[in-house]
């Protein structure tokens, strides 16, 4: 089992910037990928990054330039700096954990991106 809780949400201003955390505890020795989703109001989740244990990144088109994934292995961490946020950046934002064939998610943090 996996145990992965998020933080680093909150209120912006357009053209801010946010650092979300994702901190995993439990069986984390076969991690091999991690990710950030985020889902807004009335909208289907959608991938935002992932970085592999090999430290691989992806970015969905629409943040590629502006987001940037990292993980901290000592800290059991990853990391989403999030940078020239935009209103339509505003979702939940999900952390999750890929290990042997299993997914798991932390239960979201909040980012509103408004003036």
């Known amino acids: 089992q996996v145990h992965l809780v998020e933080s680093g949400g909150g209120l912006v201003q357009p053209g801010g910037s946010l650092r979300l955390s994702c901190a995993a505890s439990?069986?984390?020795?076969?991690?091999?990928?991690m990710g950030w989703y985020r889902q807004a109001p009335g909208k289907q989740r959608e991938l935002v990054a992932l970085?592999?244990?090999?430290?691989?990144?992806n970015y969905a088109d629409s943040v590629k330039g502006r987001f940037i994934i990292s993980r901290d292995n000592t800290k059991n961490t990853v990391y989403l700096q999030m940078n020239t946020l935009k209103p339509e950046d505003t979702a939940v934002y999900y952390c999750?954990?890929?290990?042997?064939?299993?997914?798991?998610w932390g239960q979201g943090t909040q980012v509103t991106v408004s003036s």
């Open positions: 439990g069986s984390i020795f076969s991690i091999y990928a």
């Open positions: 999750n954990a890929m290990r042997s064939g299993d997914v798991y």
């Open positions: 970085i592999t244990s090999g430290g691989s990144t």
